[in-house]
């Protein structure tokens, strides 16, 4: 019997598949009367009256009906229409009407479970059986569906950034999808919403079906899973719409509103630059930026020669400086004083070795003296006399003068 | 001949008036410099020419700037620098109220400027202008700073206290490359496929 109907509907479906794919690629999948008997003529070459007799066997429901009068339009079912978008891989965007007949066939549903609840229905465990399987496949869709529409209005605002699209065109398209979709969703799902209101009211009578002890226990589980499935669904869509709405109509207004030189030019450059690369746009290789000259890069004298000294080493007396202006003096040793050892008559050591070496500093002759001091006074008799200061240079000592006798 | 100035202040402005133009920075009627340039331009322009550059004052006026003749320097920084201007006006046209739209004016008119580091940064791009940053090797946030930078420091933006960026008037400069690309926006491109 199922499988009769089945035959049945698709043959009409086959049959007809011009008309019915032509009126679904439509907007709202719906056609005006009398367009729809032109439509029918240039389609199968029918006078108006073989025409309304094919609207007419197109709207019985036998088995299923394809065509639903809606005064002045006759809207095409919608699973139908679905259908033959998906083949035509025309899916385009579902508008608030799309979505608002579902929210409408779920509240039916839902009112048909309540009304089973409520002992009004004869075969109640069947219908709400059967509700529950329409509520969530439709819920199901209501998500489907509103994914798509954030995922082609992306794709939308993408190819309006790249340009390529007349001005007011690109303007109307942005009107369009912010009048049709954007704002009357972001109405459906707000807090006193009719999604909101449709899916409180379908959690309240699936709640209820749960808690009855007459239902069976498959019937229970599948209220519980139905409950579950559409809370979770609820706060997807609301994440969507809420998603879809904060980053897309500030974009789509800016498209809405008239663009300025400013920002058409800038979004062109962006564009092009994206597509060719910057070397191939012109305006941007002919802007001339100097390069910053520094005043850093001139280099003083006196930073070179800061430069020399703190190259040179500190130098010792010993160390041969070359270049150094200062005269090299040997370190004195007891050999360069020995002289003194041959004469026995000094009466001043020091003053001696100082006499004898006038370019040595007051220390290192008093150390060399020193050194002769000990070396006479193995073989030699010494006598120290008064004290006396000795000054050489920035050295000053005051010691006892040191007679050799 | 170049008169020489008398004044040892004079010489100072001089000096810094030079060097900061050398240094590639735009420089605006609210800036120290200006008044100095705008009553010796003649001498000024004179002195530099001998150096083969050119003193360049905007024709709106209130900027000036050097120019070497015949010289393409700093051809990939200009791009970026544009780049990140014409970007930034996509995004702060995006952000702006219905009926509203973006110009110079209001750019250079508002004074507590905006958080271009968080506006431009690289995970909130879309793939056109994330592709149009890597064509001119800003391939990070980091590089993106990098740029912002030297637009600080060549005085096309200033970097306010908050770390916002405020626009001076020298973006007129960038501006024009802007409007000169405006015929383009409708042109089609390869691949490319109207709605």
């Not at chain 1, 869509?237 to 030019?265: A, C, D, E, M, W």
């Not at chain 1, 930073?303 to 130098?315: M, T």
């Amino acid at each position: 019997m199922r499988l009769d109907r089945a035959s049945s509907f698709l043959a009409k479906l086959r049959a007809h598949s011009k008309l019915l794919n032509e009126v679904a690629l439509r907007d709202l999948h719906r056609i005006e009367t009398e367009e729809l008997k032109q439509l029918i003529s240039s389609i199968y070459g029918y006078n108006e009256e073989q025409s309304l007799g094919l609207i007419h066997t197109l709207s019985l429901d036998d088995p299923e009906s394809f065509l639903t009068f809606e005064p002045p339009f006759f809207i095409i079912q919608s699973r139908v229409a679905e259908l033959f978008r998906w083949l035509s891989k025309n899916i385009r965007l579902q508008s608030h009407h799309s979505l608002n007949g579902i929210i409408e066939e779920i509240k039916s549903q839902n009112e048909k479970v309540i009304e089973a609840l409520e002992g009004g229905l004869e075969y109640s465990k069947y219908q709400i059986e059967s509700s529950m399987d329409i509520i969530e496949y439709r819920t199901a869709e209501l998500f489907r569906i509103s994914e798509e529409n954030s995922t082609h209005i992306s794709g939308v605002i993408q190819r309006f950034k790249e340009g390529g699209i007349d001005k007011e065109k690109r303007a109307f398209l942005a009107q369009i999808l912010l009048s049709d979709h954007l704002n009357p969703m972001l109405k459906l799902v707000e807090p006193e919403g009719a999604i909101e209101i449709v899916f409180q009211d379908v959690k309240t009578s699936l709640e209820r079906v749960e808690a009855l002890h007459a239902f069976p226990k498959t019937v229970k589980e599948n209220a519980r899973r139905g409950v579950q499935k559409q809370r979770a669904i609820r706060e997807q869509l609301q994440k969507i719409h809420q998603y879809s709405f904060t980053n897309f109509v500030p974009i789509l207004q800016s498209y809405v509103r008239s663009t300025s030189i400013l920002l058409s030019g800038a979004t062109a450059g962006v564009r092009l630059v994206s597509t060719y690369g910057w070397k191939s746009i012109s305006p941007l290789t002919e802007m001339k930026l100097i390069r910053s000259r520094r005043p850093r890069n001139i280099l003083a004298d006196a930073w070179f020669a800061g430069y020399n000294a703190r190259q040179i080493q500190p130098a010792r007396d010993s160390d041969f400086v070359p270049g150094s202006i200062t005269e090299y003096i040997p370190t004195l040793e007891i050999e360069n004083v020995r002289p003194l050892l041959e004469n026995n008559q000094v009466d001043d050591i020091l003053q001696a070795v100082l006499d004898l070496h006038p370019q040595h500093s007051l220390t290192e002759c008093s150390r060399v003296a020193n050194d002769l001091i000990i070396a006479i006074s193995l073989r030699e008799k010494l006598v120290f006399k008064e004290q006396k200061r000795y000054a050489r240079r920035n050295e000053e000592l005051e010691v006892c003068v040191v007679e050799v006798i | 001949m170049l008169r020489l100035f008398d004044d040892e202040g004079e010489r100072k402005e001089f000096r810094i008036a030079i060097w900061n133009l050398l240094r590639g920075h735009n420089i605006i009627q609210t800036d120290v410099e200006f008044p100095f340039i705008q009553e010796n331009h003649e001498l000024i322009e004179e002195y530099l020419d001998l150096m083969g550059l050119s003193l360049t004052s905007h024709p709106m006026g209130g900027l000036y700037y050097l120019q070497k003749e015949g010289s393409q320097e700093e051809s990939r920084l200009s791009a970026q620098m544009c780049l990140i201007f014409f970007i930034a006006v996509q995004k702060i046209s995006d952000s702006l109220e219905d009926s509203d739209t973006v110009s110079i004016f209001d750019l250079i008119n508002k004074y507590d400027g905006y958080e271009l580091e968080t506006l431009l940064s690289l995970g909130g791009l879309d793939p056109t202008q994330i592709n149009a940053f890597r064509d001119v090797n800003i391939n990070t946030n980091e590089d993106l700073e990098k740029v912002l930078k030297t637009m600080t420091r060549v005085r096309f933006l200033e970097k306010l206290d908050d770390s916002n960026y405020r626009f001076r008037r020298s973006i007129i400069r960038l501006s024009e490359v802007a409007n000169s690309l405006h015929s383009y926006e409708h042109i089609q491109i390869e691949g490319g496929e109207e709605e």
